[in-house]
């Protein structure tokens, strides 16, 4: 997935379970290794007004309703890999 500069809210395609892995891609030559992303509740995501404009390589993710979001918001275009589970069912 193709992160944009400010833009932190995704909608992932198929509905999701559980994420197993996400990290952020180091093959450009600003970023020479890649980023493991921590999950975090939508409690924990920061919220405050002077938070707001900070931006930078996303290192924290949360996950909810089938969206994805980052922070802090990307100052740069990123690419973000995901790995995930789809829901299980009961039999």
């Not at 020479?32 to 919220?47: G, H, K, N, Y």
């Amino acid at each position: 997935m193709k992160l944009r500069t400010g833009k932190t809210k995704y909608k992932l395609p198929t509905p999701v379970g559980r994420i197993d892995h996400a990290f952020v891609e180091g093959n450009t030559r600003h970023m020479l290794f890649d980023v493991v992303l921590r999950q975090i509740s939508a409690d924990e995501l920061p919220r405050k007004k002077d938070t707001a404009q900070l931006r930078g390589i996303p290192s924290y993710f949360c996950l909810f309703n089938n969206e994805v979001e980052f922070w802090p918001a990307p100052d740069k275009p990123y690419t973000v890999r995901i790995r995930y589970q789809p829901p299980m069912q009961e039999l």
